[in-house]
C-alpha cells in the first residue's frame, strides 16, 4: 500500500555564499491510517520549511515529496487541484491570514464557493454553520463578525471550520496554538483528534513545544539543524527518549507540576561562545559540540537514521540518528 | 517578616479623550523578601501593566490612577513608589530595582558593544572604568557567560546569549527586586531552563526577590515559591505553588490548571468563552461568565479578596464567610 506521503531525501539550502542547510536529507512517511504526526524542533531546525515544501510553496534543492505515490511538483492543473483539496494549511498567526476589511466567515465562503460545495445560499449556510459546530464555535458568536472582534482562539478555530469544509486527507498545522491562550489550546488540540477519529483526517503537527505533542499522541519527529534526530511513537520517545538532544529537549520542559522540578542545573553549552573552535563541516553529527556522550566518531561521521542495536528489544517503528545505538 | 513589597489598591488604565478604562483594578499583593512570585494569567489580563506600573514606566495611554506599593529596604527605610518624586525614584532604580520587560534582548543597541552597554548605568552610577568592568564581569558569570563577550557586538550572540546579557545587566548592582516579564517567551525549552535555573540561582546567591511575569504554568510550577494569578485586571487567587497546583480554590484557577494538556489518553477540555478586554468586563465578579459555579451573588457584586488560611487569598464568592443561603 502505497503512503499517504512520503517525503524522500528532501533537503533545502538557501543562500549563495553562506549556505545554510536548512533541510538536510529528511525521509518520513504518514501512512494512509488516519493518525496524527508531530514535528518539534527549536527555531531554525527546519520544520517550517519542511511544511512549506509539501505545501508546494517552496521547491526542494533535492528529493522528493510523493502524494499517494505522485510526486507534488509534476502533476498537471486537475491532479494539482486535488491536491491543494486534499492537504490543508493552518498556519501560526491567527492575525495576519485574515483580510482585516471584510467578515470573518469570508474565508468560509470563499471555499464554499470555490470549490462548489453548495448548490443555494441556504445550503450555504447550513454547511457554515455545521463546521463552526465541528470546532466547538457557536454561529452567533463568528458569523457577520469582523476578525478584529474575535479571539486568537476563535480566529484559530475558525480556520479549522474551514479546513472541515474541505474534509482533506491531511492538515499540515505549523504551530497553530503558540499564540493562543493556555485555555483555549486544549480545545483547538482536541478538535484535531477528533477530525482524526471521526473524519479519518491526519495531521502533520509542527511545534516547538513539546507538552503538546505529548497530548496529541500519535508518533513524532525530533528535528535538529535540519535533521531527524530520532522518531517513533510519542509515547516511547517521550518516556524514552534514546537520542542526546532528544533526551536534553524532553528532560527541559517545564513540566507544570511543582512536585516534578528540574533537578540538577544544566551545563550552559560548552561550545556555545567559542564559535571558532567548533567542529565545522556537516559531515559529523550536528549535536556532537553540546553532546555529553560525544566520541570521536561522532565529529568523523554523520550517524545515519536507523533502529537502534539495544540490548533489550525495543519498540517498534522506533529510529535514531546516534552512533551510540550503531 | 514584613513584605518587601506591599501593593495596595493599585489601578491602573488607559486614558481615551473621554474616560479613563481600568485594565488593572485595586491590585493588593505583598511580595517577601528572597521570594519568586509568579504572576501568571491569560494574554491580556493586565500583568504586564501591572509590572509596569509598579516599576513607574507606564507610558501614555497608560496612567496609574491609585494605589500604593511600598517597597522597604535597608531594614527602616520605606518608599511608596507609586508617589515618589522622578529624582528619589532614579536613586532606587538599578540598586534596589530592576526591571527586564517582555522582548528587552532586541533592544540592545546593534553598534555598540556589549560592555558599553552594561557599563552604562554602572558609570552612571560613579563607580570607576575598572570597577564597572569587573561588576560586568561577574555579572556575566551569574547567567554562565564569559568575560570575553563585553568584546562582542548583539548580532554575534544567539538570541539566548542576548537574553542572558539583559539579564546579567539587570543584576550588575546587586538589586533587591527584580521584576521579569515573560523573559523566556521567545527561546527553545532548552535555553529556557538554563535561563530560569540561572535566575533561580541569582535569587539563591545574591538574595534577590524576584516577581516572574508568565502565562506558562509550566514555568511557574518549575521556579515559583508562590503564585498570583491574575483574570481581567484583578488578582483572584494567591497562595504558595503547590497550594495552587494541587488545590486551586477560585474555579478561573481551577479551569487554568484542568485545561494543561498533560499525557495522551487523559482527554482535557479548555476553559469555554473568551476573556473580557477592558472595554467590556463584566459587573459582579468578572469571571462569573465563563464560571462553572456561577450563582446569584455573582451577577451582582464583585468579591473581595480573602484569606484561606495561612498565606492563601482568594476573590470568590463560593468562600464567603457567610454561606450562600440568601440567593
Known sequence: MTDLLLVENLQQIFGGKNRTHAVDDVSFRIPKEPTIVSMVGESGSGKSTIARIILGLLRPTAGRVLYEGVDIFT?????NREFRAAVQAVFQDPYSVYNPVYKAERVLKIVIRKFGLAKSKAE???RMEEALQAVDLRPEEVLGRHPHQLSGGQRQRLMLARVYLMRPRLIIADEPVSMIDAGMRASFLNILKDFRDEQGISTLFITHDLSTAMYLGGEIIVLYQGRIMERGRT???MHDPLHPYARLLISSIPTPDPQQRWEEALSPNRFEEASHSLPTGRERCLFSDRCPDVMDRCLQARPNLGAPDLADSHPPDREVACFLYQ | MPALLEICGLTAGLQSRRAITPVVSNVDLDVQPGEILGVVGESGCGKSTLAAAIMRLLVTPQVLQSGSATLRIDDDKAYDLLNLSENDLRQLRWRHLSYIPQGSMNSLNPVLRVERQMTDALLQRGLSKKEASDRAIAALELVSLEARLLDSYPHELSGGMRQRVIIAAAVSMHPTLIVADEITTALDVVTQRQILQELAAIRDELGATIIIITHDMGVVAQIADRVAVMYAGEIVEVGSVSDIFQQPL??????????????????????????PSPWNYPAGCRFHPRCPKVFGRCREHAPASQPQGPDRWVACHLYDQETASDD
Open chain 1, 124 to 126: 450555504a449556510q447550513a
Open chain 2, 250 to 275: 477560585h474555579p478561573y484557577s481551577q479551569g487554568l490548571i484542568a485545561s494543561i494538556p498533560r499525557e495522551s489518553g487523559q482527554r482535557v477540555e479548555g476553559l469555554p468563552g473568551e476573556a
Open chain 1, 235 to 237: 509515547r516511547d520517545v
Open chain 1, 75 to 79: 502533476g498537471d492543473r486537475a491532479w
